[in-house]
């Protein structure tokens, strides 16, 4: 629900670390306790940057499964969208090992800077 | 040809900065502010109400109110007694931002304030992403709502100060298993600071005004009469 703020985000972080040069990739990494919705921010993506220097270029999701730990019998489980209840012993207590991440990890430029472009 | 450039920064950094901007804003005009959240109904706006007339012997308090459209809870609000209250309609966005506080402080003549009161958009899931600058998160759970809510909203409650568990007045009508409530809260949120209440018979609001009275900063706790 608000992935244009996220996205706006997005490019600002992009074309700050690019310095000039025009953005071909960006690469996120999203854990999956992060409500984000993938489509939604590349639908914004195409809009946001036109006429910038990211136009055209590509947004890759790297997922990050939500791991848990439950702190009760120690068990080791996948977060299945139902809450955080172990399905072992049935505890809430659960420590988050990933799944939180939601960062931007790398971005791809083309060498030279967009004034360059045609000289 | 393509060369990679590591980035690893946050993807709300910007949001994160601006909030940080607001907090010293705040800190420096000795401003205490609370960030309150909660489902839509839950009870935000009429525990302003409650609050407000408790407190507004001792302090200045002020409001900022974040609605998707309308100005009906900053009117409660500046009737209730607050000093100022600025009105926030998000256009449709389900949460308050860094960049929407930073407007709203930017309204308020900060030095003639001691509280001021954030009532975040109705909705227990995109508000807890979004950092606004404030020193205190309080959600606003209802007996109503349902017992299963920590369950189903993990993010909201791990991310808070304290709750407030409004219209307990409804506990004898309605099926709201407070022990499993308070089991899914402790699970998340271990020695979180709860305030049972009810806006509507004032029970229990006496804890959380001595809560909000006590986490005041010193420099803006009103002076000893």
Redesign the interface.
Known sequence: MHELPITQSILEIALRHANGHRITDVYLVIGDLASVVDDSVQFYWEILTKDTPAEGSRLHFKRVPAELQCMNCARKFRFNGEGLVCPDCGSVGVKVLSGEEFYMEAIEVADRTEDDVGS | ???????????????DRLAQENRARLDEAGVFAVNLMASPGAGKTSLIEQTLPRLTERLRVAVVDGDIATSIDADRAAQAGAVASVQINTGG???L?AVMLHQALGQLDLGQIDLLLVENVG?L??PA??ALGTHKSVLIASVPEGDDK???Y??MYRGVDALVINKIDLLPYIPFDMDYFR??VE??NPGLVTFPLSCKTGEGLDAWIEWLLHNLTPTTRPPDH
């Open positions: 040809m393509t060369k990679r450039v590591p980035v690893v920064e946050k993807l709300l950094s910007a949001n966005e389900c949460h931002d909705n899931v995109c992403t979004f920590p369950y189903k993990p993010g089991r899914g699970a998340l």
